[in-house]
C-alpha cells in the first residue's frame, strides 16, 4: 500500500487531524462529514467522491486540490484558498464560500444552490453546466471569462450584485 494511500476509502469523520499532514494526500472516496481542518495546508491531496458535507475548511489552503465529485453540501470554506482546484460535479448546496479565493477553480456541472459566494474571487473560474440557483454573489469579484461560463440567470445575477474586475 502506497503510504499516501491510507485515508483512502475510510470513515474518517471522528478523526482528529491536528497532527496529520495532509498535503498531497489522497483522501478519495472516504468520510470526513463534519470534520475540522479549519486554516490547514491541504494542497495538491485528491478529496474525490469524499462526503465533506458540514466540515468547516475555513481559510484551508486547497491549492491543485481534487474534490471533483465531493459531497459539499454545507460545509464552509470561506476565506479558503482555493487555486485551481477541481470541483467537477461538487454538491456545494448551502455551502459557506464568503471570500474565498476561487481563482481558475473548475466549478462545471457543480450544484451551488443557495451557497454564499459573497466577497469572493470568481477570476478565471470556470462554472460551465453549474447549478447557481439563489446564490449570493454580493460584492464577488468577476472577469469576462468567468462571466462568459455562468448561466443567463446567474449572469444577470452576478452584474447585479458582483464587482467586474
Sequence with gaps: MNPSDVFRKRNLSKVNFDYEDLIGRDLSDSNMKGVV???????????????????????????????????????????????????????????????????YADLRNADLS???LEGVNMRNANFEGAILTSANFTDANYDSNTLDTVSDYAKIQLKKQGKPW
Design 114 to 116: 443557495g451557497a454564499n
Design 37 to 103: 481542518l479549519k486554516n490547514r495546508d491541504i494542497h495538491n491531496a485528491d478529496l474525490s467522491c469524499t462526503d465533506l458535507s458540514g466540515a468547516d475548511l475555513s481559510g484551508a489552503i486547497l491549492f491543485y486540490v481534487k474534490l471533483r465529485g465531493s459531497d459539499m453540501r454545507r460545509i464552509d470554506i470561506s476565506n479558503a484558498k482555493l487555486w485551481d482546484a477541481e470541483l467537477y460535479g461538487a454538491n456545494m448546496q448551502d455551502a459557506d464560500i464568503r471570500g474565498a479565493d476561487l481563482f
